[in-house]
């Protein structure tokens, strides 16, 4: 995914990249350590949450090398971090720490999802399918997360917008596309919109309306 | 899948087609909602209840596209099926509503065991693995599921025949083909033997043995 | 897999290798009576044991056909054995099952993931993604095993080496490989160091430490 060839931006970008992936990671790192899996367990649940979106789309799309082999160095980084959290985060710092990953995960539902529709655009796949990679991209990780964990996923149960904002996000992709933008302005619309839907949600406690009984 | 290439049947097919994959995303959303999902979950698990098996056996057949980028129209139906649903059913409906799909859901499992054996023989896989991948579409999406749900797979643990009257069908299929005979008939008696064994089951009442201590 | 071209060393292999996917699949059928499974769950649930692993890995590499398309034989087998296990396998028999089958499934750990780093690194991926595949080859059957069962993974939880053993099995395959050895060697190697360390685990009963909190 590449927005704009100038070198600075695309050191910001990598560098948001980074940081949503380790957000991502570390949603999965404080679960494993509430289920109180082993270390094994730990790390095999933060590589899931952070990687497994994207590795699901890929799959499904039949793109190889899986990004996190192009981009081996993400995989170590996710690797350290594991290891890192698990000599140095204690229970005290799990509240603060899953308040503070709030912003940057909602950071990384933007990218994930931009990533996603515009993997799927690029393969000519219908707008329907290209919202539903991106959507798949940004929220199945945390979906295998809980899988594993053996939760129902929490995307799909707390009547909070979280896929919702990345199923608008991709559909703001799609018509922006429609008007002529180039893939950059797209995917800096598809961002924008899942992000600050996000940001919106968690800031006013937006709920999902209940199934009337 | 084409079963005969006269217009009248074709369109008989494609009506088949569609009311079994609503009768299976129906069984998602009635899961979904006894479940409490929000209306991101209801409609995720009843997408994988309609698509899952058939995009499992995709997946390991190695085929691309999946019959829901080409049929896109079904994936929006689906999802019309969904709003509909959360809209105006409410629980007093799920009852009645379990029991109705009950048949079309016989005749889905039918017709998508007889759809992943045909796509398992056209690639000219050996006749246990054809079989398997018709159990595979026939099952997979129920099992997929109730794994999101948390459960552990019906098809697995309530004693009755399910798997293995799309098991039986399966080889019914390989039989007829050995026979010599075409496709459509190959279909039309998998199609046949596992909705029958699917009736007989549910209106006898049947239960496979226990595991004996 | 073929560590040697001699005759009888290949039978000698096959023989493992037969033996290991049993021990597998044995665990699978365990579970499965274990949560009262009917027989469709508990075959499905030896298939995922036995065979999951590797086909997870050929899915991620994008490897067809499957090692189970190909051995067409050793499918059928492992069918034959849930078979013959539910109509002569009794409840007092499963724990003296469950600790016999402890050493032909440290043989099987160490044999996939020998395997799976060996077809990883036959198609250039980067040392970590071979070792990574190695684990998920030995270690993500039992995996897919629990998850159907609705647990949380036991290769995640019980606090002993497993899929570490299986990991450190995986860097002496690469480490051998940097010096130059051939391909039997660094399988040999592999499945040493992963079936010596779990052998040791499971005998000293070592324990992974606890997340401190």
Redesign the interface.
């Known amino acids: 995914m590449s927005l704009d060839p100038s070198p600075l931006s695309q050191h910001i970008q990598l560098a948001i990249e980074v940081v949503a992936t380790f957000a991502f990671a570390l949603s999965g790192i404080l679960e494993?350590?509430r289920?109180?899996?082993?270390?094994?367990?730990?790390c095999?649940?933060a590589f899931l949450a952070a990687f497994g979106g994207g590795?699901l789309r890929d799959?499904?799309l039949?793109v190889?090398p899986?990004f996190?082999?192009k981009y081996?160095e993400l995989?170590?980084a996710v690797?350290v971090l594991c290891i890192l959290a698990?000599l140095f985060m204690?229970?005290r710092h799990f509240e603060f720490t899953e308040r503070a990953i709030q912003w940057p995960d909602a950071l990384g539902l933007g990218l994930f999802t931009a990533a996603g529709v515009f993997q799927a655009i690029t393969m000519d796949?219908?707008p329907?399918?290209a919202v539903?990679m991106g959507v798949i991209t940004g929220v199945f990780g945390g979906?295998l997360r809980d899988?594993?964990?053996?939760?129902?996923?929490n995307?799909?149960?707390?009547?909070?917008p979280?896929?919702?904002c990345a199923f608008v996000g991709g559909w703001v992709y799609i018509g922006l596309r429609e008007l002529g933008c180039p893939a950059y302005v797209n995917m800096l619309g598809c961002v924008t919109a899942t992000l600050g839907l996000r940001v919106w949600a968690v800031w006013q406690d937006v709920r999902?309306?209940q199934?009337?009984?």
């Open positions: 494993g350590a289920k109180r899996l082993d270390a094994v367990g730990v095999v649940v590795t799959l499904l039949d190889r899986f996190w082999v081996i995989l170590w690797f698990m204690r229970q796949m219908p329907l399918v539903f979906v899988i594993v964990c053996n939760e129902i996923p995307a799909f149960k707390d009547h909070r979280y896929a919702i999902l309306p199934w009337r009984n």
